[in-house]
């Protein structure tokens, strides 16, 4: 079991993530090893509401609630 920290999490979100944590993420280990907290999951979208208004801040929020309900919904 892996918990993982909002800056993770930030980092796979972004455009272009950092390879080195992308790397990470995959070595050894498999998608359902990875937890997050309630308090990453609303770090994450505190940090999307602080963006101004608009097509970025709407398609972040949109991935990020298909990304929380899809891959950690049942954990």
Same mark, same amino acid.
């Given at each position: 079991m892996t918990i993982l920290d909002t800056n993770v999490v930030s980092e796979v979100m972004a455009t272009?993530?950092?390879h080195a944590v992308?790397?990470? &993420?995959?070595?050894g280990r498999t998608a359902d090893e990875f937890f997050i907290t309630t308090?990453?999951?609303a770090e994450i979208f505190y940090g999307?509401? &602080?963006l101004p208004m608009?097509? %970025? %801040?709407d398609t972040l929020g949109a991935d990020a609630e298909g990304m929380f309900q899809e891959d950690y919904e049942a954990r």
């Amino acid at each position: 079991m892996t918990i993982l920290d909002t800056n993770v999490v930030s980092e796979v979100m972004a455009t272009f993530p950092s390879h080195a944590v992308l790397a990470w &993420l995959a070595k050894g280990r498999t998608a359902d090893e990875f937890f997050i907290t309630t308090i990453t999951v609303a770090e994450i979208f505190y940090g999307i509401e &602080l963006l101004p208004m608009g097509i %970025r %801040r709407d398609t972040l929020g949109a991935d990020a609630e298909g990304m929380f309900q899809e891959d950690y919904e049942a954990r």
